[in-house]
């Protein structure tokens, strides 16, 4: 089957760094997507990662590691603005996604 | 560019009466889907399309139906609608490249009473 896992929940404080981590199974791989959804509104992309290693944008970046089936989201510098839930989603081999139930970041002053 | 545009904002409706929600974007995006988001759940897939003309399930489409006359426009009807209905419905588009990102409407939220 395919599956989605990540946290629930997390906290962290403003100004430090969160790492929130995701798990996936896919029937086939055709990337790893990591969008940022605030309460009440659309969820925004992020990144997208499709070979191993770590993209950086800015204040977030994004792993991968494909033999593992594993990726996370690092967030740096956090800000009050970046409360919100994180959610991960794979690209299967029909280029569909398939999402995480998110993960809600609530950051502390 | 308005992106991708959703209506209504938020409805509650009668159980057994039928609905259209309307999904229209302007960035010539040939795939479109879509979603519907439960609390403690992921987004999940109810239909989709490819290119204008063609349409297929995903994994939660009974009760739903769509079509894709054009480009531009991605109805969703709910032909009788259901309490286990109610929920928060995005629209999303995509036009593949590197990364075929989705983008996403802001979401109708619908009661079914």
């Known amino acids: 089957g395919q599956n989605i896992d990540q946290p629930t929940e997390m906290t962290a404080t403003e100004g430090a760094i969160v790492q929130i981590n995701c798990t996936y199974q896919t029937s086939g791989f055709n990337g790893l997507f990591w969008y940022q959804q605030h309460a009440g509104e659309a969820p925004t992309f992020l990144s997208y990662n499709v070979l191993d290693g770590l993209e950086e944008k800015g204040r977030f970046s994004s792993f991968l590691s494909r033999s593992k089936g594993y990726s996370y989201l690092l967030l740096k510098e956090l800000q009050m603005k970046d409360s919100a839930s994180y959610l991960c989603?794979?690209?299967?081999?029909?280029?569909?996604?398939?999402w995480g139930a998110g993960t809600k970041l609530i950051i502390k002053p | 560019t308005a992106g991708i545009t959703q209506a209504p904002t938020s409805q509650i409706l009668a159980a057994g009466r039928s609905m259209t929600l309307r999904c229209t974007q302007d960035m010539r995006h040939n795939a479109m889907y879509w979603y519907r988001q439960d609390l403690g759940l992921g987004l999940r897939l109810i239909h989709y399309?490819?290119?204008?003309?063609?349409?297929g399930k995903g994994e939660v489409p009974d009760g739903y139906s769509v079509s894709r006359a054009n480009t531009d426009d991605f109805p969703l009807t709910l032909a009788s609608a259901v309490p286990s209905q109610t929920s928060v419905y995005f629209c999303?588009?995509?036009?593949?490249?590197?990364?075929?990102?989705?983008?996403f409407g802001p979401g109708t939220r619908l009661t079914v009473l």
């Open positions: 399309s490819n290119t204008a003309g063609t349409t």
């Open positions: 989603a794979g690209m299967d081999s029909n280029y569909q996604l398939i």
């Open positions: 999303a588009s995509s036009g593949g490249g590197t990364s075929n990102e989705q983008f």
